[in-house]
C-alpha cells in the first residue's frame, strides 16, 4: 500500500521513519521524500502490515494519506497519445497491443511529471 | 483487372463495397495475392491522428450595426490574422493566448468552437466612413458564424522524422521531451496507416479528393507547403467545415515547454483500381522508413543519425549504438485507427463516396532551405580563444591567484586527461572563504555540471544558453570535451556593436 506521510515542523528532524521500522518490524520504501526546513513530505510503500505502519505514524501525530488512486485521467480529454509513458519514472503508463494508454495508478509516486506534460490535460492528481 | 471509381461508388451505393482497413490489407494480399485481392477489395481506409501544427480555420462573424473594419481580432484572448476584409479572420492552431493564459491558444479555441462553446470576441479599428465601429466586445458560437471552413496548410505528412537528443541537456521540443545522452526516441506518424504512405505515387490522393478530416467530410486541396516527395514526405493542404467537425477528431494540445498545437483526425479512402493500388496499400510499418534525427544539434540541418522504420519505433524499444533506448509517439495510433474505422464504416454504409483528384499532386522537387542574405555568425567567430584552465587537484588559494591574474571570473577545471570536469567562479571561491568552509581543493567546490557549447554551434543558440541558465560565460568544447574558448555575453555584444 502506498501512503503519503506529511510530517509537521517538530518532527521533521526526528528520525521517524527509522524509529518506525525498528518497532514494527515492517520494511518501508521510501519512494519520494521531500524534506524542507518546516515540514517533510514522503510517498511510502509497505507490502506487508501497512495498517501498522499507518498506526504508527498516526500515533505519532502525523497525518497518513492511503493512495489508492493517485493519478487520474479523464478519459473524455485523452487522446491515447501515449506521450505520459515516456516521463514516468516508475511506469504507470503502458501502451497495451492494440494501442490503448492503460494506467497502473497503484504504482504512482506522485511525482506529477506527467500532469505537465499531458498534451490534453487529461490527467490530475488529488494530491 | 482494372475498376473505375465508378463502379466502386455503385458498389458503395448498393451496399456491397468490400472496405477494409489499410492494417488488414497486408494479410488479404498474402492471403489471396495480388489478382484475387484486387477483385475482393474496392477501398481501403487510412487514417492519422497527430499534433499538426499548420493548422487553422477562416471565420466569418457577419456584419456588426454599425459596421466594424476589425482590424485585430481576439478569440478567447487568442489574437486572430486580420488582414482580410472587414469581418473575415483566420485563426491559426498555434497561436498563444495573450495575457496569463498561456497554456492556451488556437489549438483550444478552434476545439471550443467544434465543440459548441461559447467565444469571447474582441476587436478593435480605426474606423472608417463606410465601417464607423472602432471597438466591439461579443460572446459568439459557431453557429452564429456565415463560414468556419479549416483550411490546414500542411497536414498528413507521409513520414516524420525520429527525433532523439545527443546532447547532455533535456531538449523540450515540439516531438516532446527529449531526454540527454539519447535516452528516448519520439515519433509521430501512424506508419501503416498514413495515407500518403498507402498511395506514394499520389495516383488516388490529389486535389480534389474527399477525405475525412476532424469527423467531417473535407477535401484534399493541394499539395501542403514543404510538400517533400522526392525524398518521401510528401504533405497535404485541405479543408473542411468546422460546423460538422466533433472534438472527438479536433482536439487541442499543448506541447510542454513548446506551445500549442492542433490534434486533427485525418483519414483518406483509398479506391483499389488496380493490382498496384493493391500492392501499394499491403505496406507495412517495416517497409516505411524514416530518418532519426538528433534535436541535440540546434541548428537547421540536425544530423540524421540512422534509417528507422515505423516497426521498430512502434516496438517501444530501439537498439541504438548497442544502447536499448525506449520510444514514445507524439501522435495517437490509437485515434488513427479509430479515424480508419469510422471512414470504414461511413464507406460500408453508404454516406461516404470516393472521388479521384482533378489534379495530380506533384511528384516531383524538394523542400528549399531558406534564402539568408546573412549568415549567422558561429562561437567559434566570437569566442575567446585564449583559455585560462586549471587542474582539479589544485588548491583553491592558486585558483583565486589564476583567476586575479588574468583578470577574470569564470575558471574552466580539466581533470588529469585534458576533459573539462567543472567550472569556478570568483564567486564560488568568495562564498568557500566566507563560510570558513575546510575545502582545500578547487575539485570540493567547482560546480561540476558545466553549461558549454560547441564552437560550431550558431552565436543565437549560444545567447540562449546564456540566458535560459542566467550565467555570463560558458567554456566552448570540442566532442571529446576538451577547451577550445570560452564565450561570454561581452564577446556576444560584439555583434551589436559591429
Redesign the interface.
Known amino acids: 500500500m502506498k501512503m503519503r506521510i506529511q510530517i509537521p515542523a517538530n518532527l521533521v528532524r526526528k528520525p521517524i521513519v527509522s524509529d518506525i521500522v525498528l518497532k514494527t518490524n515492517v520494511l518501508i520504501n521510501l519512494e519520494k521524500v521531500n524534506i524542507e526546513a518546516n515540514k517533510a513530505d514522503m510517498v511510502v510503500d509497505v507490502k506487508d502490515r501497512w495498517e501498522d505502519v499507518k498506526k504508527a505514524f498516526e500515533e505519532r501525530g502525523i497525518s497518513v494519506d492511503l493512495l489508492k488512486e493517485p493519478i487520474k485521467r479523464r478519459l473524455d480529454r485523452c487522446?491515447?497519445?501515449?506521450?505520459c509513458?515516456?516521463?514516468c519514472p516508475v511506469g504507470v503508463f503502458k501502451?497495451s497491443d492494440?494501442?490503448?494508454?492503460q494506467i497502473d495508478s497503484s504504482k504512482c509516486i506522485i511525482c506529477k511529471n506527467c500532469i505537465?506534460?499531458c498534451?490534453?490535460?487529461a490527467l490530475s492528481v488529488d494530491y | 483487372m482494372k475498376k473505375s471509381i465508378e463502379e466502386i461508388n455503385q458498389k458503395i451505393s448498393e451496399g456491397c463495397a468490400r472496405v477494409v482497413t489499410a492494417e488488414e490489407m497486408p494479410n488479404i494480399v498474402k492471403e489471396l495475392g495480388l489478382e484475387d485481392a484486387t477483385k475482393e477489395i474496392d477501398v481501403v481506409t487510412t487514417g492519422t491522428?497527430g499534433?499538426m501544427c499548420s493548422s487553422g480555420a477562416f471565420l466569418n462573424f457577419g456584419h456588426s450595426d454599425p459596421p466594424i473594419k476589425m482590424q485585430r481580432i481576439f478569440l478567447n484572448d487568442v489574437e486572430a490574422f486580420a488582414g482580410i476584409a472587414a469581418v473575415d479572420a483566420y485563426i491559426g492552431a498555434t497561436q498563444q493566448a495573450r495575457g496569463p493564459k498561456l497554456?492556451y491558444g488556437g489549438g483550444h479555441v478552434i476545439e471550443d468552437l467544434v465543440g459548441g462553446k461559447e467565444i469571447e470576441l474582441k476587436a478593435e479599428s480605426y474606423g472608417t466612413d463606410c465601417y464607423p465601429l472602432k471597438s466591439l466586445e461579443t460572446e459568439i458560437t459557431i453557429d452564429d458564424l456565415n463560414q468556419a471552413t479549416m483550411i490546414n496548410p500542411r497536414n498528413g505528412y507521409q513520414k516524420y522524422n525520429a527525433a532523439t537528443n545527443s546532447s547532455d541537456r533535456i531538449y523540450y521540443t515540439y516531438m516532446?521531451?527529449l531526454?540527454p545522452n539519447f535516452e528516448?526516441i519520439?515519433y509521430s506518424g501512424s506508419g501503416i496507416l498514413s495515407p500518403l504512405s498507402n498511395d506514394p505515387e499520389y495516383r488516388t490522393i490529389g486535389i480534389g479528393t474527399r477525405i475525412f478530416l476532424g469527423g467531417a467530410k473535407g477535401y484534399v486541396i493541394g499539395e501542403g507547403t514543404q510538400h517533400d516527395p522526392e525524398n518521401g514526405f510528401g504533405t497535404l493542404m485541405v479543408r473542411g467545415d468546422l460546423k460538422e467537425m466533433n472534438t472527438n477528431f479536433i482536439?487541442?494540445?499543448?506541447?510542454?515547454k513548446y506551445g500549442i498545437?492542433l490534434?486533427v483526425g485525418l483519414g483518406i479512402p483509398i479506391p483499389i483500381l488496380d493490382e498496384n493500388m493493391t500492392k501499394a496499400t499491403a505496406i507495412e510499418d517495416k517497409d516505411i522508413v524514416t530518418n532519426l534525427v538528433d534535436y541535440g544539434i540546434q541548428r537547421r540541418d540536425r544530423p540524421k543519425l540512422r534509417k528507422i522504420s515505423y516497426e521498430e519505433l512502434k516496438s517501444?524499444c530501439v537498439d541504438l549504438d548497442g544502447k536499448e533506448v525506449?520510444t514514445?509517439?507524439?501522435?495517437?495510433?490509437?485515434?488513427a485507427?479509430e479515424v480508419a474505422e469510422k471512414l470504414k464504416e461511413d464507406i460500408i454504409q453508404g454516406s461516404f463516396k470516393l472521388s479521384l483528384p482533378v489534379e495530380p499532386l506533384p511528384r516531383y522537387g524538394e523542400v528549399k532551405p531558406m534564402y539568408q542574405k546573412k549568415v549567422n555568425p558561429m562561437v567559434k567567430d566570437l569566442m575567446s580563444k585564449k583559455v585560462v584552465f586549471v587542474r582539479e587537484d589544485i588548491q583553491i588559494e592558486e585558483a583565486a591567484k589564476v583567476l586575479i591574474k588574468n583578470g577574470i571570473d569564470h575558471l574552466p577545471v580539466v581533470s588529469e586527461s585534458g576533459r573539462l570536469v567543472g567550472i569556478i567562479t570568483s564567486w564560488d571561491i568568495a562564498k568557500s572563504v566566507a563560510k570558513g568552509s575546510s575545502h582545500k581543493k578547487v575539485s570540493d567546490i567547482m560546480s561540476k555540471n558545466v553549461v558549454c557549447i560547441g564552437p560550431d554551434d550558431l552565436v543565437d543558440v549560444a545567447a540562449r544558453r546564456l540566458e535560459q541558465y542566467n550565467i555570463s560565460a560558458m567554456p566552448v568544447v570540442n566532442p571529446n570535451k576538451e577547451i577550445v574558448g570560452m564565450i561570454s555575453s561581452s564577446d556576444l555584444s560584439k555583434l551589436v556593436r559591429s
Do not use: H, Q
Open positions: 487522446v491515447m497519445c501515449g506521450i509513458s515516456t516521463i501502451i492494440d494501442w490503448e494508454v505537465n506534460l498534451p490534453t490535460e | 491522428f499534433a497554456e516532446g521531451p531526454f528516448n519520439s482536439r487541442g494540445a499543448k506541447i510542454y498545437s490534434y517501444g525506449k514514445f509517439p507524439m501522435s495517437s495510433y490509437f485515434k485507427k
